[in-house]
Every structure is written in structure tokens, then in C-alpha cells.
């Protein structure tokens, strides 16, 4: 998350699952794959970043740290 002031002004989310059924609304991913993707699986998903703060990177450096730590828990796969 980043913080302007001790106020939230981005934040996202990363969760990791040991299978694409286990991941949050995985009744629309499960149509994605014809097989089950290389696990675990990170899902990437609640990206939010505040109005007044948008379109300085914000969510990019967000992703770029979810995918990251994705890497760093061995994911081998990531959905959204």
C-alpha cells in the first residue's frame, strides 16, 4: 500500500493458492485453462488507487511488487 500522510491512497492485493479452484470467484477462471495451470497460483486482484492520485505509477509499482512477491512465494502462475 502506499500511504499520503498516514492515509491509504493505493493499494492491491496478492493471494496464493495451491489450485486455480481455490482462488475467489474461481468458477471464472476455472473456464480459462483447459488444465490446471503450474502451481501454486497467484491471484492478483483489488487494485485501488485514490482519484486525486492517479496517473503517477502508483499501480504499476504495485504490480510490479505483487508479481514480485508472487516470484518470491514460487508461483508459477498468476491470474487475475
Known amino acids: 500500500a502506499f ?6 491512497i493505493a493499494a492491491a492485493r ?6 486455480v479452484r ?3 470467484r474461481a468458477d471464472i477462471q476455472d473456464h480459462a485453462f483447459s488444465a490446471e495451470p503450474p502451481l501454486p497460483v497467484g ?8 482519484p ?3 496517473r ?3 499501480g504499476t509499482r504495485l504490480d510490479e511488487a505483487r ?5 518470491a512465494a514460487g508461483c ?3 491470474v487475475s
Open 43 to 50: 491471484f492478483l486482484s483489488r487494485l485501488v488507487v485514490d
Open 3 to 8: 500511504l499520503d500522510g498516514g492515509t491509504p
Open 14 to 19: 496478492l493471494t496464493v493458492h495451491v489450485s
Open 56 to 58: 503517477k505509477g502508483l
Open 22 to 24: 481455490d482462488v475467489p
Open 67 to 71: 508479481i514480485e512477491r508472487a516470484k
Open 76 to 78: 508459477r502462475s498468476l
Open 52 to 54: 486525486a492520485h492517479r
